[in-house]
């Protein structure tokens, strides 16, 4: 089958519904949550929109606007270079990481009866491997994300689920990233909550393995998504394209993916 039959099948399924798209991205607004770094560590800018015209004297027949916000607010992605691991490796910003990264297929590990129990949730080797057994093994080159339905059960108001000992979120402990990493080599790590880390990878060792480990073996890492109960264990196809920001360390994006259709 050549090339451009391949094509033309996907639009076909698409157009009859066979291939379904399921959009796995948060709405850019400015109640959005961003992370927040402890004093005296400078802040991210949250998304902010300014009206430029709206059909009136300053454009009467256009509307647009100025929007501000940090690389790393709503659903977005991680380059290597965020972190200092990633700063010296090749092709490791947004601008010149290589395009055949943005289309990959993704495993989804479904812990939201976990997270619904415990917010600050542990991803463990175990747990991969376990899912593994039902599943087969994790392919090198794709996407694992965490689900854990984090929208329906974290607090609004406290997003990250902060407590006086830090933030409750569910995250890979450092065995679990070596293994996707070393073991797996796959293409990055993504999840439904606002850092791809634990709450609490900060009294790990590493800390943050996500960062020190993924992002310094010049893997990837994807925040902030939605959605992810609509996607099999195996099988979707993930479109992940930033903002081609020159020597970006990340950027907002639209993730969508492609699942058959039931």
């Known amino acids: ?13 698409l157009k009859d519904g066979a291939v379904e798209i399921v959009d796995l991205t948060e709405t850019l607004s400015p109640d959005f949550p961003v992370i927040e770094m402890p004093p ?18 300053g454009g009467p027949r256009w509307y647009w606007n100025n929007i501000t916000l940090s690389e790393h607010t709503g659903t977005h992605l991680d380059a290597p270079v965020h972190w200092v691991t990633g700063k010296d490796l090749p092709n490791n910003a947004v601008d010149t990481l290589p395009v055949t990264q943005f289309i990959a297929p993704a495993c989804v590990v479904d812990c939201s009866d976990a997270v619904a129990k415990d917010k600050g949730f542990i991803l463990t080797r175990e747990h991969l491997e376990d899912w593994e057994r039902e599943h087969g093994q994790i392919d090198a080159g794709s996407w694992v994300f965490l689900r854990s339905d984090w929208r329906k059960v974290a607090d609004p108001t406290n997003w990250t689920n902060r407590g006086a000992d830090g933030a409750h979120s569910p995250g890979p402990d450092v065995e679990a990233v070596n293994f996707l990493v070393y073991e797996r080599d796959v293409l990055g790590f993504g999840t439904e909550t606002i850092g791809s880390d634990a709450g ?9 393995p996500v960062h020190e480990i ?4 010049g893997r990837l890492g994807l ?21 081609k920001i020159q020597n970006g360390s990340g950027s907002p994006l ?9």
């Open 1 to 13: 089958m050549s090339v451009a039959t391949i094509l033309e099948a996907l639009l076909a399924t």
């Open 214 to 217: 993924l992002n310094g073996s």
């Open 40 to 57: 005296p560590m400078k802040q991210g800018s949250p998304f902010r929109s300014t009206v430029i015209s709206e059909y009136d004297d």
């Open 223 to 243: 925040q902030c998504m939605t959605g992810l109960d609509q996607l099999p264990p195996k099988g979707a196809l993930i479109l992940a394209l930033p903002l």
């Open 254 to 262: 639209r993730v969508l993916a492609l699942v058959p259709s039931e």
């Open 200 to 208: 609490q990878a900060f009294r790990f060792e590493p800390q943050y």
